[in-house]
């Protein structure tokens, strides 16, 4: 069974940088992506950034010069890494980590979608005050 736990959210200054943590187990290693979402005041999850099996990843456009995914691999386990540097205000949310085992997602703009992941952490908040 997959199993996704999030963590490393705080609460920064404006400017400042955080490091979240996702860890996934149970998830073949030979294929999967990993994404991060966030969630704000709306009911919307917005894709953050995704990380494949191969190490291709993807970025919300306007927010990939200041945020950077990267992940380890260990036995049976997937280590996902969100770097966010530069902090605004408007970065406040709930971030989650989802996973999938599938191919491809990162091929388009699908990885953002919510309803493409079939596992999902619990979440790790993150308040950035200016």
Same mark, same amino acid.
């Given at each position: 069974?997959?199993?996704?736990?999030?963590?490393?959210?705080?609460?920064?200054?404006?400017?400042?940088?955080?490091?979240?943590?996702?860890?996934?187990?149970?998830? *073949?290693?030979?294929? /999967?992506?990993?994404?991060?979402?966030?969630?704000?005041?709306?009911?919307?999850?917005?894709?953050?950034?995704?990380? *494949?099996?191969?190490?291709?990843?993807? /970025?919300?456009?306007?927010?990939? *010069?200041?945020?950077?995914?990267?992940?380890?691999?260990?036995?049976?386990?997937?280590?996902?890494?969100?770097?966010?540097?530069?902090?605004?205000?408007?970065?406040?949310?709930?971030?989650?980590?989802?996973?999938?085992?599938?191919?491809?997602?990162?091929?388009?703009?699908?990885?953002?979608?919510?309803? *493409? /992941?079939?596992?999902?952490?619990?979440?790790?908040?993150?308040?950035?005050?200016?």
């Amino acid at each position: 069974q997959v199993h996704l736990v999030e963590s490393g959210g705080d609460s920064v200054q404006a400017g400042g940088s955080l490091r979240l943590s996702c860890v996934v187990s149970g998830i *073949d290693l030979s294929t /999967y992506t990993v994404a991060w979402f966030r969630q704000g005041p709306g009911p919307e999850r917005e894709g953050v950034a995704g990380i *494949d099996h191969a190490g291709s990843t993807g /970025y919300a456009w306007s927010l990939r *010069d200041r945020f950077t995914i990267s992940k380890d691999n260990a036995k049976n386990t997937v280590y996902v890494y969100l770097q966010m540097n530069g902090l605004k205000a408007e970065d406040t949310g709930m971030y989650y980590c989802a996973a999938e085992s599938r191919r491809g997602l990162l091929s388009g703009a699908t990885w953002t979608r919510p309803r *493409d /992941y079939s596992y999902w952490g619990q979440g790790t908040q993150v308040t950035v005050s200016s």
